[in-house]
């Protein structure tokens, strides 16, 4: 599975957009591009998944260039209750990666959201 | 919430004894795969489970052993327990050979 590199930590306030930008400079043509999002103690929580261009759900956006090498999170207007650890992973729906379809999860990002 | 669960949700042993963690996939999902997560790292891959077999396996001792039943629920199985076992241990479960993967709220271990 591709390897990804994202900023180890992030500082934002309520109200503000933030956007955790995620490298992947080796993503293979069937890779997907999945953010998982953690708090303490707690199992990751699905955020959002895409190919290329644009995805938008009810919690966030994924900007995709053509090139696919990176990618980037964006959360509208954050609130205190988004501090978490944001993982961004790459890996083929399909399977065809082989290894028993594991993620591979760096450190992640701590998004800290203060007042 | 994932419908994904796990039991116990925590649980202390002692170096040396034995475990078992048993996770219940979400309904629908055949693939069920272990997750080990220290404290600060990322969770690292134990192995997988599709259709009662190991489909995949990460760079764990044999000591880590899993099980998984036909109704997709599953087992993972800790033996001869080390202080570094200590950890989050998270079950997730999928379709068959898919990415996107649905994690239970974890089974935190404590080894004494």
């Known amino acids: 599975l591709a390897k990804t590199t994202q900023p180890i930590s992030m500082d934002s306030y309520e109200g503000q957009e933030v956007n955790i930008t995620c490298s992947h400079n080796?993503?293979?043509?069937?890779?997907?591009i999945t953010w998982y999002q953690q708090f303490p103690s707690q199992g990751p929580r699905f955020i959002i998944q895409g190919y290329k261009t644009k995805v938008t759900n009810e919690v966030a956006s994924l900007f995709i260039p053509a090139d696919r090498k990176s990618s980037t999170l964006s959360l509208p207007r954050v609130s205190l209750s988004d501090t978490a650890v944001y993982y961004c992973l790459v890996g083929a729906l399909d399977g065809s990666a082989g290894g028993g379809n594991k993620l591979t999860f760096g450190t992640g990002t701590q998004l800290k959201v203060e007042l | 919430e994932t419908g994904v669960t796990q039991s116990p949700t925590h649980l202390i042993k002692t170096r040396g004894q034995q475990v078992t963690l048993r996770c219940s996939s979400q309904?629908?999902?055949?693939?069920v795969s272990w997750y080990q997560q220290a404290l600060g790292q990322g969770p690292q891959f134990i192995f997988q489970?599709?259709?009662?077999?190991?489909?995949g396996r990460g760079n764990f001792p044999p000591r880590f052993s899993g099980l998984q039943f036909p109704n997709y629920s599953s087992e993972l199985n800790v033996n001869a327990l080390e202080l570094d076992d200590s950890a989050l241990y998270l079950c997730?479960?999928?379709?068959?050979?898919?990415?996107?993967?649905?994690f239970g709220p974890g089974t935190r271990l404590t080894v004494l």
């Open positions: 080796n993503i293979a043509t069937n890779d997907y």
């Open positions: 997730a479960s999928s379709l068959a050979k898919g990415v996107l993967q649905f």
């Open positions: 309904s629908g999902h055949n693939t």
């Open positions: 489970y599709y259709r009662e077999e190991e489909n």
